[in-house]
């Protein structure tokens, strides 16, 4: 291990690909938590007390009857389960593998306070919508009669996708804009690749466009306010699901070294990688950041071989948003996690980052060699843009009620770019899913109202 404190002058830049063989990255970026065996299930299905008024429905973000689709588990009914969950959570795939469900559902589990071990929710959700992925989706849900209206959702991420899904199953014509070349969002670019494997996010994407009424309209970018007077005047309703566009910036000095990274896009590097072999990394990485981005990152990089991993973060353990259970495994799969240290300045060497050096609190300083650093600081809109759009800030998002209504009529937000939600899949799964409702209200209320 390199020296936590001091020069960085002892070694030259080390940033490769193939650093392991084929059956170790194989194995190292297989399916991290693979479905539940049918006896398994069962099993485990059995540990549910049904609870009257549950309190794992009320942590969760979308409201799934959890005891319901486990009671329809344990009678073997798959189907049945499946539509419990995706009535509440149209994405309930991809949040059975990447919710933080230890802080969720799990941590209210009453089983979590009798015996210190909560039902398995999160896998048993898996293990029946997996199920139900083997059949179309028209085996559970049938579209209702074209309504004649057509929505524009501006993002192809959880959120975008539940709304999406929502209004078309209530017969109306939705085209989904995209700026990237493949839907998915964060399902797609920004989670880590252990948790989706198999290519799911587009799995996923596939199956819930079979309910039909839903075109992708890919590699378009809402850059200004003509096009969404362009969108306002083709469509009878809007979903604005963007997320966060801006990665935020260290504002140290070195940053724009080569081997400093935004987190994010390497984490999307590899996602889309068709082969980790090709993604190269460090021999020392160090990932500035505390929350599941800095996380994915680290445990990733060690997962591509990188030898010695850091997390720093400016804040105590406490303060860190990244769940225990991630921080357990990121320290588990051999990755040092330091705290209340701040960084000062990337330091380089013909051009290329060989260190970083840090403040604590007491102004002391430690040094850490690195080939690579990957910032996981948070990300942010680029306001002045949005607020030329006309829409209201508040926090640097999107200003809306609970159902994403703007101040901009016939327009709404969700997911990461709304203000007042939380930072998680679920809860832009459950912004998509609001606001199509009340999409659906508004529109027939104005059809009631012409033929009033």
């Not at 029946?128 to 085996?139: S, Y």
Request: overall charge neutral; charged content about 25%.
């Amino acid at each position: 291990m390199p020296a936590v404190a001091g020069s960085a002058d002892s070694s030259a830049p080390d940033v490769a690909c193939g650093r392991l063989d084929a059956a170790r990255y194989a194995a190292a970026f297989a399916d991290d938590a693979p479905r539940l065996t049918r006896t398994q299930a069962l099993v485990e299905a059995e540990r549910c007390l049904y609870c009257f008024d549950a309190p794992c429905i009320q942590a969760c973000p979308t409201g799934i009857d959890v005891p319901s689709f486990i009671r329809r588990i344990s009678d073997d009914n798959l189907r049945g389960a499946a539509r419990a969950i995706l009535e509440a959570n149209p994405l309930g795939g991809t949040c059975a593998r990447a919710c933080p469900t230890e802080e969720l559902c799990e941590q209210a589990c009453v089983r979590m306070t009798q015996q210190g071990k909560p039902v398995e929710i999160g896998r048993l959700q898996r293990y029946a919508l997996d199920a139900a992925m083997e059949r179309p989706i028209t085996a559970l849900f049938a579209r209702a009669p074209s309504s004649g209206r057509r929505i524009a959702v501006v993002g192809a991420g959880p959120a975008g996708l539940a709304c999406a899904f929502e209004l078309a199953r209530r017969g109306h014509e939705v085209v989904v804009h995209d700026a990237r070349p493949r839907g998915g969002g964060l399902n797609e670019y920004g989670l880590a690749t252990y948790k989706m494997a198999g290519d799911f996010a587009q799995r996923e994407l596939a199956w819930l466009m079979q309910i039909g009424g839903i075109r992708l309209e890919l590699g378009w970018r809402l850059a200004g306010a003509r096009q969404l007077s362009e969108l306002r005047r083709e469509f009878d309703a809007i979903f604005v699901a963007v997320g966060l566009e801006r990665v935020n910036p260290l504002a140290v000095d070195g940053e724009q070294l080569d081997g400093v990274r935004d987190a994010v896009d390497f984490i999307a590097e590899l996602r889309t990688a068709a082969d980790p072999a090709r993604v190269a990394i460090g021999r020392r990485v160090v990932v500035i950041g505390g929350g599941m981005t800095a996380i994915d990152a680290a445990v990733q990089s060690r997962l591509l071989g990188a030898e010695d991993v850091r997390i720093v973060y400016r804040r105590g353990a406490a303060q860190m948003s990244a769940s225990v259970v991630e921080q357990q495994r990121a320290l588990a799969c051999g990755v040092t996690i330091h705290h209340e240290l701040r960084p000062v300045e990337v330091v380089g060497r013909g051009g290329h980052v060989v260190a970083v050096r840090f403040a604590a609190r007491n102004g002391a300083e430690v040094t850490f060699e690195a080939d690579m650093v990957l910032k996981a600081i948070g990300q942010r809109l680029d306001a002045a843009a949005w607020s030329e759009l006309g829409l209201a800030l508040d926090g640097g998002r999107i200003a809306a009620d609970a159902d994403g209504l703007t101040a901009v009529p016939g327009l709404w937000v969700g997911g990461d770019c709304r203000a007042g939600g939380r930072d998680l899949t679920v809860q832009a799964v459950e912004d998509g899913k609001r606001a199509a409702r009340s999409i659906h209200a508004t529109l027939v209320a104005e059809l009631a109202q012409r033929r009033g």
